[in-house]
């Protein structure tokens, strides 16, 4: 069970509570502490005080006094109308996510709403109610905006949830599972839609998902490189020592632990080739440093899941406004990642050429092609797919932060755009699983030509998740299908 306090929360809890129905719970001590926050705002409402959010418009409409008897139609009015998200749902793991990380972020005890509210959102989650959320139409700015209001209006009774693949009306799940909606009080329709977590639930995930593929990404790496009859002597861990940074040396380290004890190494040990092409020799230094930006951008991540994105915020009887539901940080991450998780493909597509390439690669059948030469084309498209899927890529990795346009009459006249920075990181995370996984059946398939000799035993070892049949040309799809369904379940353990 997951214990949220608004301070602990991790990537991995993310990927339990979001895939694996982990249950979740609020910590006693933050229940207290939000009961505190909580006062703070009803003393204000006493008297009269305008402060945003409570007893004034929003956006533009901040200068608009709400009088009393209309503060909760308020609250209810701004989850309806900022439901504005349009597009295909977002993926249940997804909106799982963000439902944790909204909870963990009103847990902290800085936004001055009930326990309720929380408490709501965790029995939501705990039930599987799952709402409707549409993927496009946030800027990233005051928050999230739209995404997290289709949230809050399930909450609330209103809109759609997604049960057993179909989108529902929310309340007819909520009347079969006994579940009442949630009845909001002042400042909570606001609280519920400010913060950054649909950028920070995918980029948990991603980030999840990445660190994992890039070890699983290595292990294939090594494979191609004793196919392809490459050095290890360039994974020396004195050469990667003095380079000074943490990832090339994690990635060497791997890379030497597959490869030892291969008898296709020790067949060419003394051959006259001196060095071998970057995509086999710079392992280390490339892969090294996604595993380096993987590693900041986590840490970022776990920062941003844990913070207090709302606003106003409540601190000891001042309600301050402020922006920290603005995306800027978690909006550059997504970009970052983006860059380092292209660029991976970039040399997976380079290493795919080599092993079907019959100009570069030795003792190989070209396009590793069984059956009659010439009548069988072997393996050829495959790295026409992959640099189909790299090209992409690059288009995909253009950064979105760099843009911004104005909202709301210009009252929020920088945005973020992280929302599209994460959203097409998906595809890139697809992608890269794509590269990855024709590059492990072009492995298989060569190491299968290398034989008698084998590779190392841990190489054999896990390639023998993979048989490939070498029987001549035919569909070789499926094969594709099978190595990228076991790369995923792996890498989402």
Sequence with gaps: MVNINGNNL???????????????????????????????????????????????????????????EQLEELQRNIVLSH???????????????????????????YSGVRPLVVEKIIEFLN???????????????????????????????????????????????????????????????????????????????????????????TIIAAGSVDALLGSPSAFDLRLQKVRNHIGQQVIAEILLEYLDGSQIRESHKNCQK????????????????????????????????????????????????????????????ADFVAIALTDLGNMIERRIDRLINPLINENLPPFLSSGTEGLNSGYMIWQYTAASLCNENKVLSYPASVDTIPTSAYQEDHVSMGATSARKLLTILDNVLSLVSIEAMLTKVALEFRKPLKSSKKI???????????????YFGEDFEKVKIFLKSEIRK
């Design 10 to 68: 991790r990537i991995v809890d993310v990927h339990s509570v979001a895939r694996k129905n982990e249950k979740v719970v609020l910590d006693k001590e933050s229940k207290r502490k939000m009961e505190e926050s909580r006062k703070e705002i009803e003393k204000i409402l006493k008297i009269g005080k305008p402060v945003y959010g409570v007893n004034t418009g929003f956006g533009a409409l901040v200068n608009v006094r709400i009088s009393k």
């Design 274 to 333: 001196i060095q071998d092409a970057y995509s086999l020799r710079a392992i280390p230094q490339v892969y090294g440093a996604v595993y380096d930006t993987l590693v900041y951008a986590s840490q970022v991540v776990e920062n941003e899941i844990n913070a207090s994105t709302d606003n106003p915020l409540v601190f000891d009887g001042d309600v301050i406004s402020g922006g920290n539901f603005h995306g800027e940080p978690v909006a550059l991450i």
């Design 460 to 474: 054999e070892d896990f390639f023998s998740n993979f048989n490939i049949e070498l029987s001549g040309d035919r």
């Design 127 to 217: 039930n599987d109610v799952i709402p409707y959320v549409p993927d496009k139409g946030s800027v990233g700015a005051s928050g999230d905006l739209a995404p997290l209001a289709h949230i809050a209006m399930s909450l609330i009774g209103e809109g759609y949830v997604i049960e057993s693949g179909k989108k529902l009306k929310t309340s007819e799940v909520l009347r079969k599972k006994g579940i009442e909606p949630l009845k909001l009080k002042e400042k909570e329709g606001l609280s519920l839609l400010n913060g950054t977590q649909y950028i920070s639930s995918i980029l948990s995930l991603v980030i999840y998902d990445a660190l994992n593929l890039l070890q699983v990404a």
């Design 83 to 109: 439901s504005a998200a349009i597009g295909k749902p977002l993926d249940i793991d997804i909106v799982r996510a963000m439902m944790l990380l909204r909870a963990n972020s009103l847990a902290k005890g």
